[in-house]
């Protein structure tokens, strides 16, 4: 059993990434990726962990970008975490995310909830301030009961104080992850769209434009969805990938490796990506 897709306190999880290294290597898995959000800060603590544990630990992160008008998030595996180009392109987008964060401050102002993005911060311990710290500062400060509320009220896809801020496409994106040695994989399809959406054509699109795999195992499909994007990917000629989405105690009730309970990826996973990567 093998987990590809998981966060640390480097971005919206609730663990180190030495405390899911352990983890890991407590449940048995033979290999687990560390993938936060937009910053690879955490991989050198997590790779740092190796010498501990037997079960192989994989360099990873997660990018936000924009397909056909909506959020696309793209896992990097096997990326070289010192890549120093990576690194510029990282933080370029940490800045943008910061701009963002400014304006969904003064949204929330001007709802009458006056919100300094210091308060977020404050809940992230790395560089990266996202919703989900915002969230915590809201419950923290009183305004909502619970990070669910937060969302729904606040700060939410559709809710007024959100401001989006990826603009970065699958290909630029895809091309970033190949020049630091990764393999680009569609984290969470089925988050995407459902399917009756046309995924064949999309995803011939997202593989013309470097993306070599799919997640058609993941923590928080629904029954049916891991049948259907295994056979999707063996359609269209993309490799199988595969992660729970841990967050720690962030995201209640997906565990690592096993997800709702039921997830289980197979270990054969693992050398075809990483034939792949670079
Ligand atoms: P950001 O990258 O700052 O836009 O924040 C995105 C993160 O917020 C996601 O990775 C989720 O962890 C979290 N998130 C987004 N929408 C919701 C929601 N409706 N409920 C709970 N968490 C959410
Ligand atoms: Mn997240
Ligand atoms: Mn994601
Ligand atoms: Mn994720």
Redesign the pocket.
């Given at each position: 059993m093998i987990d590809l897709h998981t966060h640390s306190t480097f971005s919206?999880g609730s663990d180190t990434p030495e405390a899911i290294a352990l983890a890991g290597d407590a449940l048995g898995l033979a290999a687990l990726a560390l993938t936060d959000?937009d910053t690879v800060e955490g991989l050198d603590a997590f790779l740092d962990a190796q010498a501990r544990v037997k079960t192989r630990l994989v360099p990873g992160v997660e990018l936000?970008c924009v397909f056909l008008g909506r959020p696309l998030h793209l896992l990097g595996l096997f990326i070289r975490p010192d890549d120093p180009a990576f690194r510029a392109l990282l933080e370029d987008l940490r800045l943008r995310?910061e701009r963002r964060n400014e304006q969904m401050a003064k949204r929330l102002s001007e709802l009458g909830v006056p919100f300094d993005s210091e308060e977020a911060r404050r809940f992230a311990a790395g560089r990266i301030v996202?919703?989900?710290h915002f969230?915590r500062a809201l419950v923290g400060r009183g305004t909502v009961s619970s990070?669910?509320e937060a969302?729904?009220r606040y700060i939410?896809?559709h809710a007024p104080a959100h401001v989006p801020?990826e603009d970065l496409g699958p290909a630029q994106a895809a091309s970033w992850i190949q020049e630091a040695g990764g393999v680009a994989v569609v984290a969470h399809p089925g988050r995407f769209s459902g399917r009756s959406f046309r995924w064949d054509q999309a995803i011939l699109d997202l593989k013309e434009q470097g993306i070599r795999a799919l997640e058609t195992y993941y923590g928080d499909y629904g029954p049916g969805e891991q049948a259907y994007f295994l056979e999707l990917a063996g359609r269209t000629g993309m490799l199988p990938a595969g992660g729970s989405d841990y967050?720690g105690t962030?995201?209640p009730g997906l565990s690592l490796g096993t997800g709702r309970g039921s997830l289980r990826i197979p270990d054969s996973v693992l050398p075809a990506l990483e034939a792949a990567a670079g």
């Open positions: 919206d959000h936000s995310r996202s919703r989900v969230a990070p669910e969302f729904r939410g896809d801020f967050h962030y995201k």
